[in-house]
């Protein structure tokens, strides 16, 4: 039983548009959602978060928006840029502090 | 930012022999340390907690004594793959939590660059 999907294996815009990954999730005692970007051959790295308190985090191009009711999560990049090229997961906190991934999302900006 | 540094980076290794792989924190503390196994194009699956200077928690599924975790240090947890198989084939990767922080289990993992295990 997969309590974190992200259901698009894979998406592909043009640069300057925006970029919209998806997560879903299914344990209503995760409290704390995460995205990292990943490079190949690389470990991940943080990108944003968001408390189940609130809807939205912004950072920069990066907005994290929170629907708890539909357990639904989204990553927008806007501007997307060929550097944001990369793989990402999201993942869900419970309150022990384990994370739970999803299965990631190949994200391609062509030029 | 925070640095772990994981090694080696892949490693090719006979059925039968023992790999070891290292996690450690370069520039802060941490109690606790996570391994995970991720196979093409999937999650990473979390196999283990390690924590310092007591024993590991392993996930369901996950044979501990396939699987040693050594937490010895505040900086240091290394996973060794004992007598290992072809199926033990896989993307080994490791995170940390900084220790001190007043809301640790909400804290951002920083994660090792990973090692790829092959078993011939």
């Known amino acids: 039983d997969q309590q974190v999907k992200q259901n698009s294996p894979s998406l592909s815009v043009q640069e300057g548009r925006i970029s919209i990954l998806n997560c879903d999730y299914t344990?209503?005692?995760?409290?704390?959602f995460l995205w990292y970007k990943k490079y190949p051959a690389e470990g991940p790295t943080f990108l944003i978060s968001?408390?189940?308190?609130?809807d939205k985090n912004e950072d920069g191009r990066f907005t994290v928006f929170l629907n708890k009711s539909a357990k639904h999560l989204s990553l927008h990049i806007v501007p997307s840029q060929p550097g944001d090229s990369a793989v990402y997961f999201c993942?869900?906190?419970?309150?022990?502090?384990?994370?739970?991934f999803g299965d990631g999302t190949t994200l391609t900006v062509k030029p | 930012g925070a640095v772990v540094s994981q090694h080696p980076s892949w490693v090719i290794c006979k059925s039968g022999t023992s790999v070891k792989i290292e996690c450690r924190s370069l520039d802060f503390q941490a109690t606790t340390m996570f391994w995970y196994r991720q196979f093409p194009k999937q999650s990473l699956m979390l196999m283990a907690t390690?924590?310092?200077?007591?024993?590991?928690?392993?996930e369901q599924g996950v044979e501990k004594d396939k699987f040693l975790i050594n937490h010895a240090s505040l900086t240091l947890s290394t996973l060794t793959v004992t007598s290992a198989h072809p199926e033990d084939s896989s993307f080994y990767i490791c995170s940390a939590r900084p220790d001190g922080l007043t809301d640790a289990t909400n804290e951002k993992l920083f994660f090792g660059s990973g090692t790829q295990l092959s078993v011939l």
């Open positions: 344990n209503s005692m995760f409290d704390y």
């Open positions: 390690s924590n310092e200077g007591s024993k590991a928690t392993y």
């Open positions: 993942a869900a906190n419970t309150n022990a502090g384990k994370s739970t």
């Open positions: 968001i408390s189940s308190i609130k």
